[in-house]
Antibody
Framework: QVQLQQWGAGLLKPSETLSLTCAVY????????WSWIRQPPGKGLEWIGE???????NYNPSLKSRVTISIDTPNNQFSLRLSSVTAADTAVYYC?????????WGQGTLVTVSS | QSALTQPASVSGSPGQSITISCTGT?????????VSWYQQHPGKAPKLMIY???NRPSGASNRFSGSKSGNTASLTISGLQAEDEADYYC??????????FGGGTKLTVL
């Protein structure tokens, strides 16, 4: 059974960098894209980006200038960094397997940006 | 890249059928058979209900079905049950290795 477990800082100040990591347990790590998706409180889902095992990444054009997704294949982990955060980046952040048919999700991490 | 358009809310009585629409453009919904649907209960991660327009993953009830016509995809839930009350999101491949979600639809079971 595939499980995704994520962690990272939950409270940031404006202009800081958000950093989250997701570990994958079970299943194949190399055969899929691994993605990050976020959901502001009370709002809808927004795709942030994805990466495959070889490090090829794709990003949401609206966030591309601030986002970096990286991968640690030997440890079956991948990470998200979002720079220069503002209150608008306050959201639950999910890691997930695949982007277009996402069957496996992490538990979600609420990241709050507040001064 | 704009969000796909979904009705904000739909409702139905137990046993009835409802349909949720998801309208995009020829650059996303209309251009690819890569539309998926997710169910999300409060405080929970989304659950995949339909992928590639009309395929159901194992674990998704056969009361859920998907279809597409032109730039609009649809999710139909038949035999509504109280447990179906949730938020529903569509999602489509949007070209250039990007993905776009709909704004979400709140389903109320009366």
């Amino acid at each position: 059974q595939v499980q995704l477990q994520q962690w990272g800082a939950g409270l940031l100040k404006p202009s800081e960098t958000l950093s989250l990591t997701c570990a994958v347990y079970g299943g194949s790590f190399s055969g899929y894209y691994w993605s990050w998706i976020r959901q502001p409180p009370g709002k809808g889902l927004e795709w942030i980006g994805e990466i495959n095992h070889s490090g090829s990444a794709n990003y949401n054009p609206s966030l591309k200038s601030r986002v970096t997704i990286s991968i640690d294949t030997p440890n079956n982990q991948f990470s998200l960094r979002l720079s220069s955060v503002t209150a608008a980046d306050t959201a639950v952040y999910y890691c997930a397997r695949d982007s277009a048919a996402t069957e496996y999700w992490g538990q979600g991490t609420l990241v709050t940006v507040s001064s | 890249q704009s969000a796909l358009t979904q009705p904000a809310s739909v409702s139905g009585s137990p046993g009835q059928s409802i349909t949720i629409s998801c309208t995009g453009t020829s650059s996303d919904v209309g251009g690819y058979n890569l539309v998926s649907w997710y169910q999300q209960h409060p405080g929970k991660a989304p659950k995949l209900m339909i992928y590639e327009v009309s395929n159901r993953p194992s674990g998704a009830s056969n009361r859920f079905s998907g279809s597409k016509s032109g730039n609009t995809a649809s999710l139909t839930i038949s035999g509504l049950q109280a447990e179906d009350e949730a938020d529903y999101y569509c999602c489509s491949y949007a070209g250039s290795s990007t993905v776009v979600f709909g704004g979400g639809t709140k389903l109320t079971v009366l």
